[in-house]
Structures are given as C-alpha cells and as structure tokens.
C-alpha cells in the first residue's frame, strides 16, 4: 500500500512524484494468492509542447513479481 509519497517541482511545469511501500503496511499473505512488491516507484508529469492543456506522465516502477507471470500478460 502506498501511503508514503513525496512530491516535488522543478518550477518550469514539470512534476515528480515518488512513492514507497513500507513492508509493514501489507496485506497479510494469503495461500491462493501471489502478490507482486513493489518497494520504490514514481511518475514524472510534463506539459506537453504541442497541447498546453495536456500532459504527458512518465512511470518508473521497481518491482518483483514473485516468480509468476501469467500466460495471458
């Protein structure tokens, strides 16, 4: 669960947004279900040059999807 976040600007339009799990704050394991971690992400916000009115958003992600991809991905 996300419930850590920072944010931060560069003052020319453009956004960072970091976010981070704290290990503590997870739902309990369950036997039929295989959670992905992801400890550490964000997301980059910037104006687009060509349509002021929109924005283009950027997402980093670390993450470890715990052995198991499924076939339909």
Do not use: H
């Not at 704050?25 to 400890?39: F, I, K, Q, T, Y």
């Not at 980093?60 to 999807?65: M, R, T």
């Amino acid at each position: 669960m996300y419930i850590n976040c920072f944010w931060n600007t560069d003052g020319k339009g453009k956004y960072y947004l970091i976010l981070y799990d704290m290990a503590e704050d997870d739902l309990a394991e369950e036997e039929s279900c295989v959670r992905m971690s992801c400890p550490l992400g964000g997301f980059i916000f910037e104006p687009r040059k060509d349509d002021a009115t929109k924005c283009q958003m950027t997402m980093i992600v670390e993450a470890d999807v715990k052995g198991y991809i499924p076939a339909y991905v």
